[in-house]
């Protein structure tokens, strides 16, 4: 029998979005690539109330196009898989509600902010990237022995990005001496993913990597994610 596994899409589906057309083409040629069948569901943050929503979901993505409508919602359902164990992959907007996530639960910053959400706040662990990464592509350099890393199995791969905004270098520091760790940068060493290294799988990318299966092929991140929660399903 055909082993199957269900993945909560948490973000607000919209068909103008490419990320979210690109994910809904990554996700069979995940499922063919590992043999599985996908039952993907799309979750929209202004209905996490609780964790009841993700009741069933073997793993959770939180996806692009943020602002959504609910930080709060998404926020849950981050912290339920991170605090559960539950694998987790988080692209673009999830890369950047992770790292908030994280810095408000984890580390007690009650006021850690996403600076298009609140431009005046004085903790932003989210900021405003000195360059737009707008429909734009660069290289990647995943960190040797990470998840990431193990995912692609190179060096340096090219990614497509949709992005204003990313990791403040201002608390970079801080955010990143405990389980969260930075797992790839660019050329000139900002942060372009973490990972949490005291997780089953939990890895938020700042690009997208669903994009490649706009071309056809299968993105070697999210087949690890579909193989982390076939190995929770099981």
Known sequence: MTARLTLAL?????????????????????????????DAHWLSTDCINNAAALRGANGVWCVPGSPYRSMAGALRAIHHARTHGVPFLGTCGGFQHAVIEYARHALCWADAEHAETAPDAARQVIAQLACALVEARDVVYPVAGTRLALAYGASQVHEGYHCRYGLNPAFQAALLKGPLRACAFDGAGEVRAIEHADHPFFVATLF????????????P??????????????
């Open 221 to 234: 991140l999210v087949a690890a994610f579909a193989r982390a929660a076939l190995a929770a399903a099981r």
């Open 208 to 219: 997208q990597p669903e994009r490649a299966a706009l071309a056809g092929q299968a993105p």
């Open 10 to 38: 948490v973000g607000d589906r919209d068909e103008r979005i490419t990320a979210h057309r690109a994910i809904e083409a990554a996700l069979p040629l995940a499922a063919r690539s590992l043999g599985v069948v996908i």
